[in-house]
């Protein structure tokens, strides 16, 4: 199965600067999810967007937090004003339209400093 | 909230040998069922999903679901050094499809 390709792989950035993480679908899909992994803990969800459109997001997915698709191709992660506590891997995911699986991009490792 | 358990292990096994490794979920609306296989710094690679009760086989994997005790296990068979890595346990419901994950089993395959 086709992955998406996520930029960068690894950002480091000063803490209260603003990071956007960027996936690329190879195919035309229309499902993204945004996921993250701290450091040696779970796999996290932060947000589902579904045709344009945030469809749900968690807790941790605040005010900090914003998606958007500009082109409709790229789909973007901006995370305002950083904090040391965001830095983890950042994964995009996406679903296939035919069944309920989920495949992740390789992932954007941010550092906040 | 949905929680997903699972032994974070380590769990070593000798080539050649069964690995199995389990898991279970509180949601009893949780309708997928996913195996992710993640190497140290890489990204969650699904290796099986599973809907119904029972087993499924894919080559050296079989994922087995118990529906009614809210538990999935997947057993690697012939296990290899290559199979060394963290097996992530998700699952998802039909209504939302967001995975909820648990913090892995790690798996030592020794030569």
């Given at each position: 199965e086709p992955e998406v390709t996520q930029t960068p792989s690894h950002?480091?950035?000063?803490?209260?600067?603003?990071?956007?993480?960027?996936?690329v679908p190879i195919?035309?899909?229309?499902?993204?999810?945004w996921y993250r992994q701290i450091l040696g803990q779970k796999v996290e969800f932060l947000v589902s967007f579904y045709n344009n459109e945030i469809s749900e997001k968690s807790e941790i997915f605040d005010d900090q937090f914003s998606v958007e698709r500009p082109d409709g191709s790229n789909f973007t992660l901006k995370i305002r004003s950083t904090k040391l506590e965001d830095s983890a891997m950042y994964f995009c995911?996406?679903?296939?339209?035919?069944?309920?699986?989920?495949?992740?991009?390789?992932?954007?490792?941010?550092t906040v400093v | 909230q949905k929680e997903v358990?699972?032994?974070?292990?380590?769990?070593?096994?000798?080539?050649?040998?069964?690995?199995?490794?389990?898991?279970t979920y509180s949601d009893r609306g949780s309708q997928s069922f996913f195996w992710y296989r993640q190497y140290s710094g890489k990204s969650p690679e699904l290796i099986m999903f599973i809907y119904s009760n029972g087993d499924k086989e894919d080559?050296?994997?079989?994922?087995?679901?118990?529906k009614a005790s809210q538990y999935v296990s997947l057993l690697i068979?012939?296990?290899?050094?290559?199979?060394?890595?963290?097996?992530?346990?998700?699952?998802?419901?039909?209504?939302?499809?967001k995975l909820s994950f648990g913090a892995g089993t790690t798996v030592t395959v020794r030569a």
């Open positions: 950002q480091v950035t000063q803490m209260g600067q603003e990071v956007i993480l960027r996936c195919s035309n899909h229309l499902y993204f999810y995911a996406r679903r296939t339209r035919d069944r309920n699986t989920i495949y992740f991009g390789e992932g954007s490792w941010l | 358990e699972q032994n974070s292990g380590p769990l070593s096994v000798p080539e050649g040998a069964i690995a199995s490794l389990n898991c080559g050296r994997f079989t994922a087995q679901l118990n068979r012939d296990s290899q050094p290559s199979d060394s890595a963290t097996y992530l346990c998700a699952v998802s419901s039909s209504n939302d499809y």
